[in-house]
């Protein structure tokens, strides 16, 4: 049973930082992308980020490239999102997803995504 547990959220102001990390458990870690999205109130939740499975390709959406940084540590079994320069249009739950198939080039579609951790708080004041 994969589980994925993610931390890092809080509350800061604009243009202030975080950093989010996802712990994840129960597969073989370093076989599989990892990807990072976000929901807002009333809004369907987006692709973020992901990172293939050995960390040397990462891919953003437009509205975070330049300002957040996914990276990994397999050793760790644990995915990182940088997040600096936020907005208030940032402030979202964010979620950690894991694909169910290993080795494969996973796109940013929620539907390629089987793993979901709970989900941790990002509020961004003006």
């Known amino acids: 049973q994969v589980q994925l547990v993610e931390s890092g959220g809080g509350s800061v102001q604009a243009g202030g930082s975080l950093r989010l990390s996802c712990a994840a458990s129960?597969?073989?870690?370093?076989?599989?992308?990892m990807a990072w999205f976000r929901q807002a109130p009333g809004k369907e939740r987006e692709f973020v980020a992901r990172?293939?499975?050995?960390?040397?390709?990462?891919y953003y959406a437009d509205s975070v490239k330049g300002r957040f940084t996914i990276s990994r540590d397999n050793a760790k079994n644990t995915v990182y999102l940088q997040m600096n320069s936020l907005k208030p249009e940032d402030t979202a739950v964010y979620y950690c997803?894991?694909?169910?198939?290993?080795?494969?080039?996973?796109?940013?579609?929620?539907?390629?995504?089987?793993?979901w951790g709970q989900g941790t708080q990002v509020t961004v004041s003006s």
């Open positions: 997803a894991a694909p169910s198939i290993q080795y494969r080039h996973t796109g940013g579609e929620r539907t390629e995504y089987n793993y």
């Open positions: 129960g597969r073989t870690f370093s076989s599989y992308y």
């Open positions: 990172i293939s499975w050995s960390g040397n390709r990462q």
